[in-house]
């Protein structure tokens, strides 16, 4: 996952999270609050009706020395009602506030009540003052329901100001990514402006890349010239010793001992020649030496890499099956360098194959790539070895076959040329596929 989205993820987690949270402890809040605010209200009118008292007297709400009781209440919402009845004088002075019920036209309605006791003159009333709960929460629905809304919609606009401001952030770094990271074939193809940022982190590994990339590619072009001029230098000498030989052998007065180590040599001569060559090939890929102009059928180059190969399968008794169901058009391309490449990869399948085994090539288009396999029934590749197939003179041990180390890599290098992507799917001693990648 890359690093904008997980950010963005966590940013949304984080605040769902805490929208959980809040709506858990909301309701406690809110009705924490209206039950503060309902005793703050019962109070106030409490202090209401005995200012009251003491400036108009008892007698507008109780007759002195009477056995009667002073009730009021809302008729209509029975929101809140008042009670006020002469009693004994009591032992302390009773002020509270409890939740309980009282009847109201015979039902049974939860109450906020404060009680309180008060004297006037040598008389002791009590007072209770109650004030529904049912309102208060019908209050608290509506109050929460517009906190949740109002905390949902801050959310929101917070996680998408995020996702906005860290994509802002980070869009230096998804630049360095995708322009000098990604789909990078080779050093020399890092001709990149630096990126312009105001982030001091971003700077400085925008400049590291671009130092290391210098001192790769000053590595790889020191590579590409001592290869290329060692190979062209080793070419003819070697090209000489072999001429000569030749003529010793046909000597007429070389012993039959003696023709069998001049041959023997000959062959480590001739070795020493084909992998000058494929040096010499790969420097001149790598140094796009190669035109690329030509149009090519890729079932018609498979064919013609069939009729070269046959003598081999033969020979391990091995059967190729093909099974191309576009007549894909590669273009533009090096037809020499496809058919290298091709010849390469079916001819390792056969090196690797087992007697009797077989090749199997599948050709189509998927995901608007055209796809072109090759599995064979080989001894396979274990995993720890699969990172360095293509690794120069990388012997791979795999049975008895001998190598040299520079068949996967030339394939590599062709691949790479033409954009082609290469993927490797191996089991021991099931057999290897060699997955190509065309560009759109």
């Known amino acids: 996952m890359k690093l904008q989205n997980k950010l963005a993820s966590y940013n949304a987690l984080s605040k769902l ?82 939740t309980a019920k009282r009847e109201v036209e015979g039902i049974q309605i939860d109450f906020r009540i404060l009680t309180n006791t008060f004297r006037v003159g040598r008389n002791w009333y009590l007072m209770e003052l109650g004030y529904s709960l049912a309102s208060v929460s019908e209050n608290n629905v509506v109050i929460q329901r517009f906190a949740l809304i109002l905390l949902i919609s801050m959310v929101l606009l917070t996680i998408a100001s995020d996702i906005y401001f860290t994509k802002y952030l980070l869009s230096p770094l998804n630049i360095i990514v995708r322009t000098k990271l990604q789909n990078l074939r080779s050093p020399a193809d890092f001709k990149f402006p630096r990126i312009k940022t105001t982030t001091s982190d971003f700077k400085h590994l925008d400049n590291s890349i671009h130092e290391m990339m210098e001192r790769i590619e000053q590595a790889f072009q020191q590579e590409r010239e001592f290869i290329a001029n060692a190979s062209h230098e080793l070419l003819t000498p070697v090209s000489i010793l072999q001429h000569k030989l030749e003529n010793l052998n046909d000597h007429a007065d070389t012993s039959p001992e003696m023709q069998v180590k001049f ?21 001149r890929i790598e140094n796009e030496q190669f035109i690329k102009e030509e149009s090519v059928s890729v079932k018609a180059l498979l064919d013609e890499v069939n009729d070269e190969i046959s003598y081999r399968l033969e020979d391990k008794e091995i059967s ?32 690797y194959n087992k007697t009797g085994g077989k090749i199997c090539i599948n050709g189509q288009l998927q995901n608007g790539h055209y796809q072109l396999e090759f599995t064979d029934t080989g001894v396979g590749i274990s995993p720890e070895r699969l990172p360095t197939i293509f690794y120069r003179f990388k012997k791979i041990s795999r049975g008895t076959a001998e190598s040299f180390g520079l068949g996967l890599p030339i394939v590599q290098t062709i691949a790479n040329y033409h954009q082609i992507k290469i993927e490797v799917h191996s089991v021991v001693d099931q057999g290897s596929t060699f997955r190509l990648l065309f560009p759109r």
Not at 265 to 279: A, D, E, H, P, V
């Open 17 to 98: 999270i805490i929208i959980l949270i809040f709506v858990l402890l909301l309701p406690r809040i809110v009705d924490y609050q209206a039950r503060r605010q309902t005793d703050v209200r019962l109070r106030q009118q409490r202090d209401k009706v005995l200012n009251s008292i003491s400036t108009g007297g008892i007698a507008q709400y109780l007759v002195p020395g009477q056995d009667s009781v002073f009730s009021s209440y809302n008729i209509f919402s029975k929101e809140d009602y008042i009670t006020l009845e002469q009693i004994a004088p009591p032992q302390k002075s009773i002020y509270f506030i409890e």
């Open 263 to 283: 041959y023997e040599m000959q062959k480590t001569i001739s070795r020493l020649k084909n992998i000058i060559k494929t040096l010499l090939l790969i420097s």
């Open 320 to 351: 190729l099956e093909m099974n191309l169901k576009e007549n894909f058009i590669c273009q533009p391309c090096n037809k020499s360098l496809l058919f290298n490449m091709f010849f390469n990869l079916i001819n390792n399948a056969i090196k």
